[in-house]
């Protein structure tokens, strides 16, 4: 019974961190329509950053989170504005490839620079933790559950209380009639970019403190994201917590009894049943009543 409240202990705080590393790639493929493939980079990217600041200057990397959230945001802005916004009215294969090419060209910089070792950011208190009985919280794993779940409610409670977001809500929904009511699509694009980077980034600095990374990490955080995404619902950031939730539980739940290979399998068996029920996933709706719904 103990690792059993154990696993699901550390499923919960691990699908907490999931749903922030998730929810900037569900906003742009809801808003958007753009399956960006090269969003694990950008994780990865907010982790070397976090690392590097922790290391130069002894900055505590939840206090770098956002360095890396600020530096992922301007980043994302500049690539939307000179490389996606060339292909954002091309067929869904077009910017497929094109954030496919983003990706290899980023873990081969990344690699580059850092070289492709696996590095984590040390800290004097996150691998204390708190006893409930024999059940063990980390303080790192709690603090990134905590900061991963108020960063999603502080998205939605942007993209439900502000004019920006109320805009982003509008494009993702009809972009011709957002067009004609004022609203500029191409600004609203970069900018909903850019905050997906920003959340990335966030969630690649608290990964980088309470596990391992590398630049050959990308990849399997762009699928989590995409399988997240899905379970959830496109565009729904509630959404993307709940479906955080469950392949996090699911995951840990998993790792008890069967081997890598199968825990993935496991998950993508999820998936499929849940989009059999519920073919817009756990909270979407289908794509005639709303495209981005929080």
């Known amino acids: 019974m103990t690792e059993f409240l154990q696993s699901t202990v550390y499923g919960l705080l691990q699908g907490g961190l999931l749903a922030l590393v998730a929810v900037g790639f569900s906003l742009v493929?809801?808003?958007?329509?753009?399956?960006?493939?090269?969003?694990?980079?950008?994780?990865?990217?907010?982790?070397?950053?976090?690392?590097?600041?922790?290391?130069?200057?002894g900055v505590d990397p939840f206090l770098g989170m956002f360095a890396a959230a600020a530096c992922l945001f301007v980043a994302g802005y500049a690539v939307h504005m000179l490389l996606i916004n060339q292909v954002i009215k091309a067929p869904i294969w077009m910017t497929l490839l094109l954030t496919f090419g983003l990706e290899l060209v980023l873990i081969n910089a990344m690699v580059l620079l850092f070289s492709?070792?696996?590095?984590?950011?040390?800290?004097?208190?996150?691998?204390?933790?708190?006893?409930?009985?024999?059940?063990?919280?980390?303080?790192?794993?709690?603090?990134?559950?905590?900061?991963?779940?108020?960063?999603?409610?502080?998205?939605?409670?942007?993209?439900?209380?502000?004019?920006?977001?109320?805009?982003?809500?509008?494009?993702?929904?009809?972009?011709?009639?957002?067009?004609?009511?004022?609203?500029?699509?191409?600004?609203?694009?970069?900018?909903?970019?850019?905050?997906a980077a920003a959340m990335a980034g966030a969630a690649g600095a608290i990964v980088g403190t309470v596990g391992t990374f590398s630049p050959a990490s990308a990849p399997a955080f762009t699928l989590q994201s995409f399988v997240i995404a899905v379970?959830?619902?496109?565009?729904?950031?509630?959404?993307?917590?709940?479906?955080?939730?469950?392949?996090?539980?699911?995951?840990?739940?998993?790792?008890?009894?069967?081997?890598?290979?199968?825990?993935?399998?496991?998950?993508?068996?999820?998936?499929?049943?849940?989009?059999?029920?519920?073919?817009a996933g756990l909270l979407g709706k289908p794509y005639y009543e709303a495209r981005v719904e929080t």
Do not use: C
Not at 36 to 46: D, I, M, P, R, S
Not at 239 to 266: C, I, K, R
Not at 269 to 276: C, K, S
């Open 116 to 195: 492709g070792d696996f590095r984590s950011i040390e800290t004097g208190w996150a691998g204390d933790a708190i006893a409930l009985g024999d059940v063990r919280i980390p303080y790192g794993r709690l603090a990134g559950f905590l900061v991963a779940v108020g960063l999603t409610l502080a998205l939605v409670a942007f993209m439900s209380r502000t004019r920006l977001g109320l805009a982003i809500k509008a494009t993702g929904m009809d972009r011709d009639a957002a067009r004609l009511m004022g609203i500029r699509a191409r600004r609203v694009y970069a900018t909903t970019f850019a905050i």
């Open 231 to 279: 379970l959830g619902g496109l565009g729904n950031m509630w959404g993307a917590l709940a479906g955080g939730l469950v392949l996090g539980l699911v995951q840990s739940w998993g790792g008890q009894y069967l081997s890598g290979t199968l825990v993935t399998a496991m998950a993508f068996g999820v998936l499929v049943a849940v989009l059999i029920v519920r073919p």
């Open 29 to 57: 493929w809801g808003v958007m329509n753009v399956v960006n493939l090269a969003h694990g980079t950008f994780v990865v990217l907010g982790s070397y950053v976090a690392w590097q600041l922790n290391k130069s200057a």
